[in-house]
């Protein structure tokens, strides 16, 4: 067994870290307080090479493995600790490459290069209101007629919507195709946003990730061409499958990032802060948490790393089955951003009434790692599922 990152995966971090601290970091406060990210430093991120770079080179991508993206996923959230530009990153990696891997080769030209570009965006639109998590509840349908593909229903939660509609850019949606066939009966589709037809975005407010939009989309008989169907009719939901395990691992490594950098600063200020005349990292109190900290963002870490090289496995070797994916992903998920909200708390509780407040910092990881501890990619709870029927055996699921 190797433990270390290769030569390779090793400068990769450096050169991220690197872009990140000098374009990412000094920006983070204001993508907060503003509640957008600066088109430059997306053409920016595009032009290193950041954004889509799960995309072959074919379109403009970097055709990096998930270790290299769940590497770039933990530097930026360590440089934003508010999430909001590890989501923009995270959600074109994860689906721009499910989209390379069942799109139509039309589509894939129409849409990735302007993605790895920074120019539109790219996201998921799976939750809706009665269902969440359980996708197989889905009710926004598509059929076809004429030709083209008629789209109706509404997407609630979504990230990035005043993006994609100012911006341009769209979502791989899930839809119903055969309704009497539950989860056996969805599809995929590329659903495009900005001036279409039959499609309206409302943005809603978020307690945290105040860089990117997030919000509900409104689809009332969108027509979408044909080439936008994503792989086979009624196979959207092993499709989701796929791409739910690719972002989660990187949702759960921009978890990682947002607790080394709380650690980091935590570190830095039980040196200084001087209390009844010595350094409150003398006492045992702060240190022995603070061991008990790193050993637990250690422990998420492996699960992390281990989730991103089984999947570099899965499609480069075809190593792991699904159901192996499936539960490596879900113990990262679960893991991580709890991890982290703990970590970032915990600091919190060291700065003091400094803590507390937005110049510290730290509240702005707080609010972003919680959104994946509440839902957002899978709750917690939905993990838990994953990992026990896994266990357990499909005879143990409640589906």
């Known amino acids: 067994m190797d433990f270390a990152f290769s030569p390779e995966e090793q400068e990769f971090r450096r050169s991220v870290r690197d872009f990140c601290e000098s374009r990412i970091a000094p920006l983070s406060e204001e993508i907060d307080e503003r509640g957008e990210i600066p088109r430059s430093l997306l053409s920016d991120m595009g032009a290193f090479g950041l954004l889509g770079m799960t995309v072959s080179k074919d379109y403009g991508g970097a055709g990096a493995g998930f270790t290299k993206a769940a590497i770039a996923a933990e530097e930026i959230a360590r440089a934003d600790m508010s999430m909001a530009v590890a989501v923009y990153y995270l959600v074109g990696a994860g689906w721009g490459f499910l989209l390379e891997r069942y799109g139509t080769e039309k589509a894939r030209k129409d849409i990735l290069p302007k993605v790895t570009r920074g120019e539109s965006f790219l996201g998921i639109a799976s939750t809706e209101a ?14 076809r007629r004429n030709g083209r593909l008629i789209v109706s229903g509404t997407k609630t939660y979504i990230s990035g919507v005043r993006e994609a509609a100012e911006y341009g850019g769209g979502y791989v949606t899930v839809v119903k195709t055969e309704p009497e066939l539950g989860h056996k009966g969805l599809s995929l589709c590329y659903l495009p946003v900005r001036d279409k037809a039959g499609v309206e975005v409302i943005a809603s407010r978020q307690m945290g990730r105040e860089g990117i939009s997030n919000g509900f989309i409104k689809i009332n008989e969108a027509e979408i061409p044909d080439h936008y169907l994503m792989g086979e009719w009624n196979r959207g939901f092993y499709y989701a499958m796929e791409g739910f395990n690719c972002a989660r691992t990187l949702v759960a490594a921009a978890c990682i990032g947002a607790a080394v950098k709380a650690i980091e600063t935590g570190i830095g200020h039980v ?17 022995f948490q603070l061991a008990e900290d790193y050993a637990r963002l250690e422990s998420a870490k492996m699960l992390v790393y281990k989730a991103a ?5 899965f499609y480069q070797e075809d ?22 909200f703990e970590i970032i708390k915990d600091v919190m509780v060291w700065h003091g009434a400094y803590g507390y407040t937005r110049e510290a910092g730290l509240e702005r990881g707080l609010r972003g790692v919680a959104s994946y501890i509440v839902g957002a990619e899978g709750t917690m ?4 599922i994953i990992i026990g029927k896994g266990l357990l055996g ?4 409640a589906q």
Not at 271 to 287: H, L, S, T
Not at 309 to 313: F, G, I, N, T
Not at 381 to 384: A, F, Q, T
Request: no cysteine; aromatic share 8%; charged share 25%.
């Open 130 to 143: 009665r269902g969440g998590s359980d996708i197989a509840s889905t009710s926004t349908s598509m059929i």
């Open 271 to 287: 040196k200084r802060r001087r209390v009844f005349g010595v350094p409150i990292g003398k006492f045992e109190g702060i240190q």
């Open 309 to 313: 090289w089984m999947l570099d496995r």
């Open 319 to 340: 190593m792991f089955s699904h159901e192996e994916m499936n539960m490596a992903v879900a113990a990262a998920k679960l893991t991580a951003p709890q991890t982290a």
């Open 381 to 384: 709870n939905v993990m838990k």
């Open 394 to 397: 499909k005879g143990y699921s």
